[in-house]
């Protein structure tokens, strides 16, 4: 049944992302957008696809230092293996990357999933601060011409929260707990709690990682080259086209900014969002509607054809045969 649900909602984000893919690129101004992707210079590319590179590495050797201190000394290369399969199965399937990269460094270096997926989550905390950082900047930077815009697309998510403590989600919440008690004493009767447990702790040590870091702000400035890359992939893409090239650092921050929101949305590689957010930033600055929806097909392809490329060889080169140790020990 969750099989069932999970295809059902990859069927639904799928479909909405294509929706708004067609929105933005209707099929009667493909023509017209294709020969304005034949007038772009794509010299500007190669540094673009540099600056990918060198963050997807420098994201593998941050990780590592995460993984360090657990016990689990891995390369930095497998880890950069594992981040690129990570991205070639998310541009396909919304979530799974996380799951993928912890997997295939198991395989690669066998590191636990339990232990390498609690760095992930940690990861994760730190790019969330670091889009919230991204985000505060550009508010204040450019506050005139997107703040309200920005506070809007987080504004229904902090009304949302004013509802979570509803008399309904109380009952629900104690529902929860009972079944959760229950389980345990069912998982205590067939002999899988310690083995959870252990799963957790793993889990747990994982997450907690970062407090045992020998070079913290070795950590802190990866985390900065990371997203400083990613901003010059975007900030580059606008020199493709004379439209669009004459624009400010200004102009390539607010970009970046709502292109990111656009890209995390729960569709496969962002794709209609992050084209969406990427050409209604331009039109802030009043870029032709068709060099701006072209400038972000450049973006977004350039991007997206290099996770999938990348990640695909990776995936080819990587070992099957090695099971997940702290999955299958009695």
Request: proline share 3%; aromatic share 12%; hydrophobic share 55%.
């Given at each position: 049944m969750k099989k069932v649900v999970n295809i059902l909602k990859y069927i639904l984000f799928l479909s909405l992302g294509f929706g708004v893919f067609f929105y933005v690129y209707p099929l009667d101004a493909i023509q017209e957008i294709w020969e304005k992707l034949k007038e772009a210079n794509y010299i500007y590319i190669i540094p673009v696809v540099f600056m990918s590179l060198s963050a997807h590495y420098s994201r593998a050797l941050r990780w590592k230092m995460l993984l360090d201190p657990l016990g689990y000394p891995t390369k930095a290369f497998s880890g950069f293996r594992s981040i690129m399969i990570g991205y070639y199965f998310n541009t396909i399937v919304p979530r799974m990357g996380e799951?993928?990269?912890?997997?295939?460094?198991?395989?690669?270096?066998?590191?636990?999933?339990?232990?390498?997926?609690?760095?992930?989550?940690?990861?994760?905390?730190?790019?969330?601060?670091?889009?919230?950082?991204?985000?505060g900047l550009t508010i204040l930077l450019e506050f005139d011409l997107v703040g309200d815009l920005i506070i809007d697309l987080f504004s229904d998510k902090v009304k949302g929260a004013g509802g979570l403590l509803s008399w309904k989600v109380l009952l629900a919440l104690i529902a929860l707990l009972v079944l959760a008690y229950i389980g345990i004493l069912i998982l205590k009767k067939i002999g899988l709690y310690?083995?959870?447990?252990?799963?957790?702790?793993?889990?747990?040590?994982?997450?907690?990682?970062?407090?045992?870091?020998?070079?913290?702000?070795?950590?802190?400035?990866?985390?900065?080259?990371?997203?400083?890359?990613?901003?010059?992939?975007?900030?580059?893409?606008?020199?493709?086209?004379?439209?669009?090239?004459?624009?400010?650092?200004?102009?390539?921050?607010?970009?970046?900014?709502?292109?990111?929101?656009?890209?995390?949305a729960p569709v496969p590689g962002g794709v209609g969002t992050y084209q969406y957010m990427f050409t209604m930033a331009l039109s802030l600055y009043f870029i032709d509607d068709l060099a701006g929806k072209a400038v972000a097909m450049i973006a977004f392809l350039v991007n997206t054809v290099l996770n999938l490329v990348v990640g695909a060889i990776a995936l080819f080169f990587s070992p099957k045969d090695n099971a997940d140790a702290s999955l299958s020990e009695e």
């Open positions: 799951v993928s990269r912890c997997v295939a460094l198991n395989r690669i270096d066998k590191v636990p999933v339990s232990a390498s997926l609690g760095t992930v989550i940690t990861e994760r905390i730190f790019d969330l601060m670091s889009l919230a950082a991204v985000v310690a083995k959870i447990i252990k799963l957790l702790a793993e889990f747990k040590n994982g997450v907690i990682s970062v407090r045992k870091l020998k070079n913290p702000m070795a950590f802190i400035g990866h985390t900065v080259f990371i997203w400083a890359s990613y901003f010059a992939m975007c900030y580059l893409s606008f020199f493709t086209l004379p439209e669009t090239s004459g624009l400010g650092l200004g102009a390539g921050l607010v970009v970046f900014t709502l292109s990111t929101i656009g890209f995390i």
